[in-house]
């Protein structure tokens, strides 16, 4: 991998990994999926192609993140607001 | 495409909320003497609160009937308080507010949870000590005074809070923080902007918002609809790790954490019962009749 890349690849996999652990269908399914996916692009060498792939997985992080809030947003409202 | 569209969506709809609404309207105190300064220096300090995670299914209640099993159960910052944080880490990105400081109290596993909240972009924290049976019977009343002798000690011109706690629902410290330094409220707050030196307050109450105006300093209680609160991500806990947590202990703050209340008795809810199928609907009426129904 090209080496300033190289860092922020890794970087992206541990978020993705901290991030993983509260993961609803389980840490380890999800870790499981996390390390296949960067196992089949681990050939890629084109800067551009880990470019792309950096920010497809960055767009993961921001939908784990949603996706966090919006379970803890929905079982609060659930819990303590009524629904009409 | 990212769900946060469908957050804001949710985030509006302010009509399907029925809340408890501490009716009193807040303290008004008398004219405040300190100078308007142009560039706030406010220090706002947050309570952080370590709950039973709000994810955690299975609570069991103790076989002695005195509380909730807590050993080994999973515990996390409490939802309200984590909009506090947002918020008032968003009044600093406004620079609007000069420094944020996280309180929390309680054992040594609570620095987990101030942690979060220095992730999360506060600029300190303070842990005050608090173990073992102080920490069982630790109660609203005790932690609103702790507050109050910190507020005063540090100087704080905002104090910013989770409404309740979803362990135990009091919805009680902010109210108690407020009326012990005599400051005034804004409870319920789903916006807070500051105008000069007071505080504009949006409340959600049960008829739908009230927004009112209080003078600094003073005690705002954040709802759910207040904003989303951010995840502390691991490049940010790892840079959290350099701020300074200081520990304090009830007593250096002149606080007495002794409770007065005791619980007597605490039960499950009862089991639900099997349904029953019938065949006909003559069966259904016929069951209906023997259950008392009709």
């Known amino acids: 991998m090209a080496n300033p890349l190289r860092a922020e690849v890794v970087q992206l996999y541990k978020t993705l990994l901290f991030l993983g652990r509260e993961y609803p269908k389980g840490a380890d399914y999800f870790r499981d999926r996390l390390r296949a996916a960067f196992a089949k692009n681990k050939d890629v060498s084109d800067p551009e192609k880990i470019k792309e792939l950096i920010s497809r997985g960055e767009f993961v992080v921001k939908e784990l993140e949603a996706l966090y809030y919006l ?13 009409e | 495409m990212h769900r946060s569209s469908e957050v804001k969506h949710l985030a509006s709809d302010f009509n399907t909320r ?10 008004q105190p008398f004219e405040s003497h300190c100078p308007v300064l142009t560039d706030r220096t406010v220090r706002v300090q947050l309570k952080v609160l370590k709950v039973k995670d709000g994810s955690v299914f299975f609570i069991r209640v103790k076989p002695d009937r005195t509380g909730v099993v807590t050993d080994g159960v999973k515990h996390s910052m409490n939802p309200f308080c984590e909009i506090a944080v947002e918020e008032a880490v968003k009044l600093k990105e406004k620079k609007l507010v000069k420094e944020v400081v996280a309180v929390s109290c309680g054992p040594q596993q609570v620095q ?5 909240a220095l992730a999360m972009g506060a600029d300190r924290g303070i842990h005050v000590e608090v173990s073992g049976k102080d920490y069982e019977t630790l ?13 005063k000690k540090e100087q704080a ?7 309740q706690a979803i362990d135990d629902d009091c919805n009680q410290t902010g109210q108690m923080t407020a009326a012990l330094l005599d400051w005034p409220q804004g409870t319920f707050a789903s916006e807070v902007t500051l105008e000069a030196d007071k505080l504009k307050v949006v409340r959600e109450i049960d008829g739908g918002l009230e927004t009112i105006k209080i003078n600094l300093p003073a005690v705002v209680t954040a709802d759910l609809r207040l904003n989303t609160p951010r995840y502390a991500t691991l490049p940010n806990i790892m840079k959290a790790k350099k701020k300074k947590i200081t520990n304090v202990k009830p007593a250096d703050l002149g606080v007495d954490v ?9 039960d499950e809810p009862p089991q639900r019962q099997s349904g029953v199928k019938v065949e006909t609907v003559h069966d259904l009426v016929e069951k209906l009749k023997e259950a008392g129904r009709i």
């Not at chain 2, 011109?157 to 409404?163: A, T």
């Not at chain 2, 002794?258 to 605490?266: A, D, G, I, P, T």
């Open chain 2, 112 to 116: 987990e949870t101030i942690r979060t």
């Open chain 2, 157 to 163: 011109d905002l104090i910013i809070l989770g409404k």
């Open chain 2, 258 to 266: 002794s409770s007065r209340l005791e619980v007597l008795k605490v």
């Open chain 2, 139 to 151: 109660g609203p009343l005790q932690v609103s005074k702790i507050f109050a002798a910190l507020a």
């Open chain 1, 71 to 83: 379970r803890k947003y929905r079982a609060l409202k659930k819990r303590y607001y009524e629904t």
């Open chain 2, 18 to 27: 029925a809340c408890e609404c501490f009716g009193q309207p807040p303290v």
